[in-house]
């Protein structure tokens, strides 16, 4: 017995006990581990937001947008700013590369807007945010009422469900949206201020004044120390009418005198709805980190427990923890469905239970060990992860089934030969023996992993953490493999068992197989062209299937819900803009399909400039079975757009644009022009979005225009506001208060402070000869109205300005439906590339997906690169032979034109998740033809009288089962994945397909066209290495 062997055999117990701890701690670690529906990634962007009232947008650009553009580029790292001004708003989208410590970003983009804020105009707001997986809800509700007023539904949410959803462990957040708060009106009579001499500047003082408590001082009274506080604090409307606005010998001037008091509630320009109905909505946002499933669980007890005013009613709209659970139990389904048939596979071929139960013993504990490592390192249960740990299984099951045969077959062999071998010694001694095939093969998969470390974009935030967990499982599987299967084995195979194993034997129909099969070798190696001819159809038709595969970016599944953005003509009210509105939520009404929706106007999901004409909704599907959702989306597009006209819409599924949101553009296609004259920039997209919405398949297509509503512009003359003893600036306070009401102080009122705002009553301001009659006081006491000093213009409002990397830009978007990216984009290039489609100075570029795509690929493609190099290097430590390592590493190339006809065949597009499986396809084909050549060598060794050909078509009679074994295996382990059995699995379908087109030909390959390539290549490279002597030929590795 080796050292190795006796050393394993000392510290069996050691072992397998430490591999139950690993299991036990695996289910424990489950218990802890954060779930989510995707990683937590670093996206490297920040957004700035800017408010700065209602300034026109051409002036928002100059004194807030460009000095903010100008401070943010300066900051390290930053490689694109993207810009979106609109009428007082502005929106700074500041890209920073990949793998930049965007905390540290964040406060350096921070640094840089504080020192620009002096320079900015008074009053602007600024903000800035780090764009994570967790800026969309991860659960939200609505509360609705029929007898319930608006206000009395926001104070219930704010003062009462906030505070007590905040106190969960997890919450980041909890935005309220919609209802009314509450405030009280003063409005003022004009004619009554007018009769009394009095001004509104007046009227403010003396409510401000009336309304404050202030400390005045510290009294010792004997043993005691009082605060003296000055308390003339309102209470009350009552009060507020009481207030004394002038005394004299004439009387007491009370506000009531001039003005009605009125409890109402603040002034807005924002509409929310749920199901119809008006509503207050609570979005529960997580922290970074956090655990998605158990924050949801925590709120909904939370809020069962919650008693609510009678007649308020809290129903959800959306919760991500139910796409989490469901995608989390496909994915287990997935690896259960998949060991059991791997199991079948195992009992069909080997007919023991006990070596089939050895092998699948080994998968539960393989993954537990991969979830402590998952746990130690700080990482999720995710789609990712768990997808990555489904794809494992097979792989895992591999190492188990390869290890199991290669001990049975050689006590096998050891009992035919009559050999004394004690059981204990022999089976250790296989697995000593199988050590080095077993660590190339495993290692020849683990390598392809290395360079998707190295992978940026969107595809390395992603598939990463599904590489990682991957490349995890399969290192802990060969450890498992290699030691913890020969103990297992000792420990549950008896002689009897390996008697019974040697007297079955292989089983008749493998004995034929294998006969067939040496005569097919052994006709290829004396005609090598008969296994040319064998594999032309297969790169022909994977030729013919990659002109027929689409191209597309992430893998597309069904989230059970979509966003439905929308926008109404420029200008148009928000009266009129909810009335519209009304009929798409009787489209959504009269669906099936829905179960649910949210709807917000003047406001939306994801934040963002947002006017009064537009908003989204949010449309919660019903669980299946039913249509899916791609389908239900084009339905109530076609229909919103056929029978509500004079309304914009665009849908899509919420990751899809929460991906699309972090990546700055959601869109699929975007073209963006740039041109700096204006006018042309406009018509330029115009023509643009007219010509591309004609391609098939595109759908919601925009301009990038999008102007404001009219304004009324009051242009104030100074010289004839001088002659009325006024100034611009006076000018324009007192218009604040009679047009949009001025709050000039608040009244506590237990949790809450209202305000007291002073206007005029509405049919003094409704219309612009209204505007133009109101009277302003000048500063020696008389009243003139308006139009005396200011000429009023209605002007049509100004687009939005977009602008890149400081350069003026118009972007033109669309989506997609019923097609791939690639043909589309390809469409819309040979619209844009036309000689002469634009004018001399102007170009264009494609962004959004597309470009993500583009990214993506050319990673992924250097990947697959770096990924063959690797493994032909690893080859090389191996057998230290060019001929050999060429020949293995052949035919994972050659498998990839399966690839192609497997997602051609499957209708799947080459995305992402696709090109991952082709990628790993290169190490697990690899794999088996080490298992192959490894053979092949122990043959040469033990056996040196017989000829290469001899030895190659028993190699191959020796490895077709276990060879066998492996391929159904990890076929049928990836089936359900590829049937996309359950929600959230579609995210690894596309690789589950590709990896499985892969297996389809990786046998035949390996056992026929491999030993022909390879005595090709040896009679053709390098003869001079004693091709006489079989026990020093190039298939021979190094030294052991």
Known sequence: MSGASAWLQRHRRSVLFLLALLAVGGVFAAFKLPVGLFPNV???????????????????????TQPLEQAVRRVPGVVDV?????????????????????????????????????????????????????????????????????????????????PLLSSICGVARVQIQGGAQEEYHVTLDPLKLQSLGLALQDVSNAVAAANGVQAVGHLQDRYKLLLALADARLHDAAQIADIVLRAGPDGVVRLRDVARISRSTVPQWVRITADGQDAVLLNIYQQPGGNTVQIARHVRDLLAKTPLPPGAHLASWYDQSTLVVDSAASVRDAILIGVALAGLVLLFFLRSLKITLIAMITVPAVLAATVVLLYALGMSFNIMTLGGMAAAVGLVIDDAIVMSEHIVRRLSEARHRGAAQARHSGILHAAMEYLRPLAGSSASTVVIFLPLAFLSGVTGAFFKALSFTMAAALVISFFVAWLAVPLLADKLLSPKDIARETQRGHGRWLSAVQRGYARVLGASLRRPWLAVLGVAPLLLAGWLAYGQVGSGFMPHMDEGGFILDYRTPPGTSLTETDRILSQVENILRTTPEVQTWSRRTGAQLGGGVTEANEGDFFVRLKPPPRKSIDVVMEDVRQRIETQVPGVKIELAQLMEDLIGDLTAVPQPVEIKIFDDNPQQLAQLAHRTAAAIGKIPGIVDVRSGIKPAGDALDIRVDPTRAALEVVDPQQVQQQLQTLIGGSVVTQIQQGPKMVG???????????????????????????????RRIATLTVLTGQPEIHRDNLKAMAAVTARISGRDLGSTIADVKRIIDAPGYFPPGVYAQLGGLYKQQQIAFQGLISVLGA????????????YERFKVAIAILAMPLLALPAVFIGLWASGIELNISAMMGMTMIVGIVTEVAIFYFSEVQSLLRTQPEQGLDAA?????????????????????????????????????????????AGLAVQMPLVLLLMPV??????????????????SVSAVSPTTE
């Open 82 to 162: 993207r810009s979106t001004t609109s009428r007082g708003t502005a929106d700074i989208s500041v890209s920073f590369d990949w793998g930049t410590p965007m905390a540290l970003a964040a406060v350096q983009v921070n640094e840089a807007v504080t020192q620009m804020l002096p320079q900015l105009p008074p009053g602007t707001q600024v903000s800035s945010k780090r764009m994570d997986p967790t800026v969309d809800p991860v659960i939200a509700y609505s509360l609705t009422s029929h007898s319930l007023t608006p206000t009395q539904l926001y104070d219930l949410a704010e003062f009462q469900l906030r």
């Open 42 to 64: 670093d996206f490297p962007r920040v957004v700035v937001s800017a408010d700065a009232g209602d300034r026109p947008a051409s002036q928002m650009m100059l004194q807030v």
């Open 756 to 786: 007291v705002r002073l206007w005029t009553p509405l049919p003094l301001r409704q219309t612009t000869d209204d505007i133009a009659r109101l009277p302003l006081r000048a500063a020696d006491g008389h009243v003139f109205p308006l």
């Open 1013 to 1030: 390539l390879f005595k090709l290549l040896r009679g053709r490279l390098d003869d001079t290495e004693a091709d006489d002597n079989p």
């Open 867 to 878: 990924a063959v190099l690797l493994v032909f290097l690893l080859l090389l430590f191996l």
């Open 952 to 996: 190659l078509v028993a190699a191959g009679q020796n490895r077709m089962r276990p060879i066998a074994m492996t391929t159904l295996a990890a076929m049928l382990t990836l089936a359900p994945l590829a049937l996309a059995l359950g929600q959230g699995s579609a995210m690894q379908q596309p690789l589950a397909v590709a990896i499985i």
